[in-house]
């Protein structure tokens, strides 16, 4: 049932494209301007992604074998579809009143209505794919339906849903979440771009920790942890509030002690090695709560990050953070600080980038954010990933990270109590009970 799993995490996106509209259109009311390039990039997102691509698989493979089983859920099925086949036309609409609003042809207020019709009836539509086709498919489908369906969704060779065109959906998401208002995205005046991926790396062993333990004076936090990270994974840790996953990335980072264990990072032991000299060995922490130099300027606190580096290349570097975050371009003088939330997790992420990571350690990179920049922060994280860079990820969002990572591990009190890859651990009851709220 891969198609299910698949068709929920675009619903999820759906959703916060929905919700942010709903946001923006508040703020239009309460006086706000109708900015037009947000808009369209996020009925160019729409346009290409549900009507082009989530809409077609559904209509051609899931739909199709649901008439066969279940003749009975036909009239649910052909109003799903009239809405799918209604949605250009409903676009197309709000463009136009787009382009009437923006030249003083339409009242704000109108627009921000027809938004709000739009909205809802995306909500509806999801709402019952959820409760009531999709139950029924998991019902009446066989296990040959699920196979022809599965490959559909899961062909990374079709032009309309493979690994070319999820990277185009994740750069039309992009410029969504850059142009958005600063209240609930980037508020940038561009979109800037993620840069196409490379490939992913080669599979050797890059890290690996042995029976690590440490302490806060007495109470021992962390009990023996074992784990590795292969060279392009992405390795996720998750677990409870204490179970230890910050204390592990500051132990492995050399920030906290480590009373007992041995750490061997790209054939090294680098457990008796400092904080800084474990960065220069190319492993670089995006810390939890952000934690950027607030009184210096947004281009000081990036250079910060790349103090190992060669200056030759740093100017470099730095195009490229700003090629992937405008707003940290615009902003490049003011101190970090006056940054919203969203921008701050940005400039974290962008400084870590700037020490050109061999493994990159991202410490709950989505905590606080809005919903709109909750979906960014994983789209540029599958993007590095994309890259083959190396990845291991503390997040509270244990669903969204186990959906992304090769493998993960569950950390209790201390103690690794599950490990298998990111889907397994999503398909496991006891992680569904305990961390995905199902």
């Given at each position: 049932?891969?198609?299910?799993r698949?068709?929920?995490?675009e619903?999820?996106n759906?959703?916060r494209i929905?919700?942010?509209l709903?946001?923006?259109a508040d703020?239009?009311?309460?006086g706000?301007?109708?900015?037009?390039p947000?808009f369209?990039?996020?009925?160019?997102y729409i346009?290409?992604?549900?009507?082009?691509?989530h809409?077609?698989k559904e209509?051609?493979f899931?739909f199709?074998a649901l008439?066969?089983?279940s003749?009975e859920?036909a009239a649910?099925?052909?109003?799903l579809?009239v809405e799918h086949?209604?949605?250009p036309?409903v676009?197309?609409?709000?463009?136009?009143?787009?382009?009437?609003?923006?030249g003083g042809?339409e009242?704000?207020?109108?627009?921000?209505?027809?938004l709000?019709n739009?909205?809802l009836a995306?909500k509806?539509?999801?709402?019952?794919e959820?409760?009531?086709?999709?139950p029924?498919a998991?019902?009446?489908?066989?296990?040959?339906d699920?196979?022809?369906?599965?490959r559909?969704f899961l062909?990374?060779?079709?032009?309309?849903?493979?690994?070319?065109?999820?990277?185009?959906?994740?750069?039309?998401?992009?410029?969504?979440?850059?142009l958005a208002?600063?209240?609930?995205?980037?508020?940038?005046r561009s979109?800037g771009?993620?840069q196409p991926g490379a490939?992913?790396?080669?599979g050797d062993?890059?890290?690996?920790?042995n029976g690590?333990e440490?302490c806060?004076?007495?109470?021992?936090?962390?009990?023996?942890?074992s784990l590795?990270?292969r060279?392009?994974?992405?390795?996720?840790l998750?677990?409870?509030?204490?179970?230890?996953?910050?204390?592990?990335?500051?132990?492995l980072s050399?920030v906290?002690?480590?009373s007992?264990g041995r750490?061997?990072?790209?054939?090294?032991?680098i457990?008796?090695l400092r904080?800084d000299l474990?960065?220069?060995r190319?492993?670089?922490?995006?810390?939890?709560?952000?934690?950027?130099?607030?009184?210096?300027?947004i281009?000081?606190?990036?250079?910060?990050?790349?103090?190992?580096q060669p200056?030759?290349?740093v100017?470099?570097?730095?195009?490229?953070?700003?090629?992937m975050?405008?707003?940290?371009?615009?902003?490049?003088?003011?101190p970090?600080?006056?940054l919203?939330?969203?921008?701050?997790?940005m400039?974290?992420i962008g400084?870590a980038l700037?020490?050109?990571?061999?493994?990159?350690?991202?410490?709950?990179?989505?905590?606080?954010?809005?919903p709109l920049?909750?979906?960014?922060?994983?789209n540029?994280?599958?993007?590095l990933?994309a890259?083959?860079?190396?990845i291991?990820l503390v997040?509270?969002?244990?669903?969204?990270a186990?959906?992304?990572?090769?493998r993960?591990?569950?950390l209790e009190t201390g103690?690794?109590?599950?490990t298998g890859t990111g889907?397994?651990l999503i398909?496991?009851?006891?992680?569904?009970?305990?961390y995905?709220g199902?």
């Amino acid at each position: 049932m891969e198609a299910l799993r698949i068709i929920t995490e675009e619903h999820q996106n759906l959703w916060r494209i929905a919700t942010t509209l709903d946001m923006v259109a508040d703020e239009i009311d309460a006086g706000g301007k109708v900015e037009v390039p947000f808009f369209s990039s996020v009925f160019d997102y729409i346009e290409q992604f549900m009507d082009r691509a989530h809409h077609a698989k559904e209509d051609a493979f899931l739909f199709p074998a649901l008439r066969r089983r279940s003749p009975e859920a036909a009239a649910m099925l052909d109003r799903l579809q009239v809405e799918h086949a209604n949605g250009p036309e409903v676009l197309l609409d709000l463009r136009a009143r787009l382009g009437a609003t923006a030249g003083g042809g339409e009242s704000n207020a109108a627009f921000t209505a027809a938004l709000r019709n739009y909205t809802l009836a995306i909500k509806n539509h999801i709402r019952s794919e959820e409760k009531d086709a999709m139950p029924l498919a998991r019902e009446v489908l066989s296990r040959d339906d699920w196979a022809g369906i599965d490959r559909a969704f899961l062909d990374n060779d079709d032009p309309l849903f493979g690994a070319k065109a999820r990277a185009e959906f994740r750069e039309l998401f992009h410029r969504i979440a850059s142009l958005a208002p600063e209240s609930i995205g980037l508020g940038a005046r561009s979109a800037g771009e993620l840069q196409p991926g490379a490939g992913p790396a080669g599979g050797d062993v890059l890290l690996s920790v042995n029976g690590m333990e440490s302490c806060y004076g007495r109470i021992k936090a962390l009990k023996g942890i074992s784990l590795e990270v292969r060279k392009g994974e992405l390795v996720a840790l998750v677990g409870a509030n204490g179970a230890g996953k910050t204390t592990f990335l500051r132990t492995l980072s050399g920030v906290q002690p480590m009373s007992a264990g041995r750490i061997v990072f790209d054939g090294e032991d680098i457990s008796g090695l400092r904080a800084d000299l474990r960065m220069r060995r190319g492993i670089c922490q995006s810390p939890e709560g952000r934690q950027v130099f607030g009184p210096l300027s947004i281009e000081d606190n990036l250079r910060l990050g790349a103090y190992t580096q060669p200056k030759a290349q740093v100017e470099g570097d730095l195009e490229k953070i700003f090629g992937m975050f405008p707003i940290l371009k615009e902003k490049r003088a003011l101190p970090a600080g006056t940054l919203s939330g969203g921008q701050q997790q940005m400039l974290a992420i962008g400084r870590a980038l700037m020490g050109r990571p061999k493994m990159l350690l991202l410490d709950e990179p989505s905590m606080g954010l809005a919903p709109l920049l909750v979906e960014e922060v994983f789209n540029v994280v599958k993007t590095l990933k994309a890259q083959g860079m190396t990845i291991l990820l503390v997040e509270q969002n244990a669903f969204a990270a186990l959906a992304i990572a090769d493998r993960g591990y569950v950390l209790e009190t201390g103690s690794v109590t599950l490990t298998g890859t990111g889907q397994a651990l999503i398909s496991n009851e006891q992680v569904r009970a305990a961390y995905l709220g199902m």
